[in-house]
């Protein structure tokens, strides 16, 4: 992996993210393709892909709660880090009404996420 303050390349097999780590960023995918892995018990499991012009990390990055999964490339991958202060100061100008619900939204994904069986 190599990065700069704006931007990862990953290659095949390099790691973003780790399930329940903490969070100080999020990632925008400009290209490549990414495995969302999640454990359950020893095993770990595929459960999603990311592809060229999706977000990555945004939930834990809203809600400031340690990562729901692991995030690996399968592809070399190049993304771009969006900071925690630079999302802070644009929510900042939003009316409150707009922060509200992206706390709504993340908060109900989690609690879906939760539901799930892997």
């Known amino acids: 992996m190599t990065a700069s303050r704006e931007s990862i390349k990953l290659l095949p097999g390099d ?10 960023e999020m990632y925008y995918l400009q290209s490549g393709t990414l ?4 454990r359950k018990g020893e095993a770990v ?6 592809i060229s012009g999706e977000l990555v990390g945004e939930m834990s990055f809203l809600d400031k709660e340690p990562r729901s ?3 690996k490339a399968l592809t070399e991958c190049v993304l771009v880090v969006v900071p925690l202060d630079k999302l802070e100061a ?4 939003q009316p409150k009404w707009f922060t509200a619900l992206l706390h709504t939204l993340t908060d109900r994904l989690r609690k879906a996420n939760a539901r799930i069986r892997i």
């Open 15 to 24: 790691f973003l993210l780790h399930e329940g780590a903490e969070s100080t």
């Open 35 to 38: 495995a969302v892995l999640k």
């Open 45 to 50: 499991q595929q459960i999603g892909t990311i």
């Open 69 to 71: 999964a692991s995030v």
């Open 90 to 93: 644009t929510l900042d100008a």
